[in-house]
C-alpha cells in the first residue's frame, strides 16, 4: 500500500461536478465542497450476511473526522465512471477487492460544519465473505470498522446521531439503509 501521502483522494484533485442541466464538468474537490456545487460521489455498502460494515472516519480526514458512515465512499474523479471509483476506494480503504452491484442512484445535500455536501451519488452493494479479516485498510482513511443489523443502525441512529454523518443519517431517514438489507 502506498504512503499515505501519494494517496489520490488530495484536496485539490479534480471530481466531476453537475450543472442546472445535468452537463458534467471537472471542479476541484475542496472547492465543490466549499461552495456546495453539486458533484458526483459513491456509497458502498458490503454486508457480511445480515450485517452492514460501518466504517469509522479517520481522524485525517478533512470533514466528518472519527464519524461513523457506510462502508467506504468517495468520489468519481473527472471522467471515471462510478464503478471504476468504487473498485479504487475499496482498495484505498480497505484493502480489498470485492464484487459490487449498482443499487440506485440517490441525491442529498447537507452542511458538514464550515462545508456543503451537495451528492449525485450511485450507491452500490456487495458481500463480505464469511470470516474474512480486514487486515489492509488505510489508516489514513478508516480509524475503525465494524458491523451492524438494520435495527441497531436504526436505533443508534436515532439514539446518537452525532455519531454518524451526515449522509449516512440521511440514508437511515430515507430508508435507504433499509432497503439494501
Given at each position: 500500500?502506498?504512503?499515505?501521502?501519494?494517496?489520490d483522494d488530495a484536496l485539490g484533485e479534480l471530481i466531476t461536478g453537475v450543472?442546472?442541466?445535468?452537463?458534467?464538468?471537472?471542479?476541484?474537490?475542496?472547492k465543490a465542497h466549499r461552495t456546495g456545487v453539486k458533484h458526483l460521489a459513491?456509497?458502498?455498502?458490503?454486508?457480511?450476511?445480515?450485517?452492514?460494515?460501518?466504517?469509522?472516519?479517520?481522524?485525517?480526514?478533512?470533514?466528518?473526522?472519527?464519524?461513523?458512515?457506510?462502508?467506504?465512499?468517495?468520489?468519481?474523479?473527472?471522467?471515471?465512471?462510478?464503478?471504476?471509483?468504487?473498485?479504487?476506494?475499496?482498495?484505498?480503504?480497505?484493502?480489498?477487492?470485492?464484487?459490487?452491484?449498482?443499487?440506485?442512484?440517490?441525491?442529498?445535500?447537507?452542511?458538514?460544519?464550515?462545508?456543503?455536501?451537495?451528492?449525485?451519488?450511485?450507491?452500490?452493494?456487495?458481500?463480505?465473505?464469511?470470516?474474512?479479516?480486514?487486515?489492509?485498510?488505510?489508516?489514513?482513511?478508516?480509524?475503525?470498522?465494524?458491523?451492524?443489523?438494520?435495527?441497531?443502525?436504526?436505533?443508534?441512529?436515532?439514539?446518537?446521531?452525532?455519531?454518524?454523518?451526515?449522509?449516512?443519517?440521511?440514508?437511515?431517514?430515507?430508508?435507504?439503509?433499509?432497503?439494501?438489507?
Amino acid at each position: 500500500m502506498p504512503a499515505a501521502s501519494q494517496f489520490d483522494d488530495a484536496l485539490g484533485e479534480l471530481i466531476t461536478g453537475v450543472d442546472d442541466e445535468g452537463t458534467l464538468y471537472p471542479i476541484e474537490k475542496l472547492k465543490a465542497h466549499r461552495t456546495g456545487v453539486k458533484h458526483l460521489a459513491i456509497s458502498v455498502f458490503l454486508f457480511q450476511g445480515d450485517r452492514l460494515l460501518l466504517q469509522q472516519r479517520s481522524s485525517l480526514k478533512y470533514h466528518a473526522p472519527l464519524l461513523w458512515t457506510n462502508s467506504a465512499c468517495s468520489h468519481p474523479r473527472w471522467q471515471e465512471s462510478s464503478a471504476d471509483c468504487v473498485t479504487r476506494t475499496l482498495d484505498r480503504e480497505l484493502g480489498v477487492d470485492f464484487s459490487t452491484r449498482f443499487v440506485r442512484r440517490t441525491e442529498y445535500d447537507a452542511p458538514i460544519g464550515p462545508l456543503f455536501e451537495n451528492e449525485v451519488v450511485d450507491c452500490y452493494r456487495g458481500e463480505i465473505p464469511p470470516r474474512f479479516s480486514f487486515s489492509d485498510m488505510n489508516p489514513s482513511e478508516v480509524a475503525g470498522l465494524r458491523t451492524a443489523g438494520r435495527g441497531e443502525i436504526e436505533q443508534d441512529v436515532a439514539t446518537h446521531p452525532e455519531r454518524y454523518t451526515p449522509w449516512f443519517r440521511i440514508y437511515v431517514e430515507r430508508g435507504l439503509v433499509s432497503a439494501l438489507f
